[in-house]
């Protein structure tokens, strides 16, 4: 059953067709996936009032309905270390189509991974696991299995990666937090099942995965067409 904040997002995103970014992770958070520190910021001062509480560097990306790929559109701006950038890219992202604010958050680091959903006909929701990021359609390193999934699932499709190497460490560098990518996905998984008569499809791409722990960057959910 939906939780109540939950049903709010997707009804108040009918609009738009898909949930506008900080909106997405609000539901993900009522989820139990971990999001980063971030701020809706529908003008200058609230970005520059989050940036000086949280500390910077930050990130800072267009909130606009007219917008669903925003690296396309130049809607991301990373490594904001100053007042005077903050500022800057707020005017830049406000002169983009459809201009509803900015997320600005905290930047974090890690192996950027991707999962995904989709809606199949004649199976279901189907989960996917890749390497992400902008490039994640040159990687195309990726491994499917329908939902539900359970931890012992998300180690097959880790294992199931070309660049499995990278996460358990290579060349020195930490191994990712295993336990909690098995938590986030199985998470995402239930989420996807609770969800499965309203969306088309949900991609959580980045999912940033470090030593300590696996967080959604960013998440597009799209709606289903038919729902009411």
Not at 34 to 55: C, D, I, M, R, Y
Not at 95 to 103: A, N, Q, T
Request: proline share 5%; glycine share 8%; charged share 25%.
């Amino acid at each position: 059953m939906l939780k109540k904040v939950i049903k709010e997002i997707l009804q108040a995103s009918k609009k738009y067709g898909w949930v506008l970014e900080p909106e997405a992770k609000r539901l993900l958070a009522e989820a139990g996936l971990k999001v980063p520190e971030f701020k809706w910021a529908k003008n200058v001062e609230e970005a520059l009032q989050f940036a000086e509480k949280n500390g910077y560097p930050v990130v800072a990306k267009i909130v606009s309905g007219d917008v669903i790929h925003k690296s396309d559109r130049g809607g991301v701006i990373v490594g904001i270390n100053s007042k005077p950038k903050l500022e800057a890219a707020f005017q830049h992202l406000s002169r983009l189509p459809g201009f509803e604010g900015i997320v600005v958050e905290e930047m974090l680091t890690g192996v950027e991974l991707i999962a995904g959903a989709k809606l199949d006909y004649q199976f279901g929701p189907v989960i996917l696991l890749g390497m992400g990021g902008t490039a994640v359609e040159i990687y195309k390193d990726t491994s499917l299995r329908m939902a539900p999934i359970q931890e012992r699932d998300v180690m097959s499709m880790v294992t199931g990666l070309k660049a499995y190497p990278l996460l358990k460490g290579y060349r020195g560098s930490e191994p990712i937090n295993f336990q909690d990518l098995a938590r986030t996905l199985t998470l995402f998984s239930e989420l996807v099942m609770t969800l499965e008569d309203h969306i088309e499809s949900i991609d959580l791409n980045p999912i940033l995965c470090s030593a300590e722990q696996c967080v959604v960057a960013d998440a597009r959910i799209m709606l289903h067409g038919k729902y009411p």
